[in-house]
């Protein structure tokens, strides 16, 4: 197993700072413009509250750099 994530580290985007009110759909929407995605995560309390921070895992990694570079510091509007 740890060697499957430290495989694709580089294709996993941590990101953070989204509105409360998103779902796992709602940041693969942001996201799928720039490339396939394999997997969404958003990091929640156990009240099912989201923690504003989860991670995307893209399919390939030029796929995933392609999105740090145009989305890395965006602003979200809640």
Request: net charge positive; aromatic share 8%.
């Amino acid at each position: 197993m740890r060697d499957n994530v430290k495989s694709n580290a580089s294709q996993n985007l941590f990101v953070k700072g989204f509105p409360v009110t998103w779902s796992e759909d709602d940041l693969k929407t942001l996201f799928a413009k720039h490339g396939e995605i394999v997997s969404v995560y958003i990091q929640r309390e156990p009240s099912g509250l989201s923690k504003r921070n989860g991670c995307v895992l893209y399919k390939n990694k030029a796929d995933a750099s392609k999105a740090k570079d145009l989305l890395n510091g965006m602003k979200i509007a809640n």
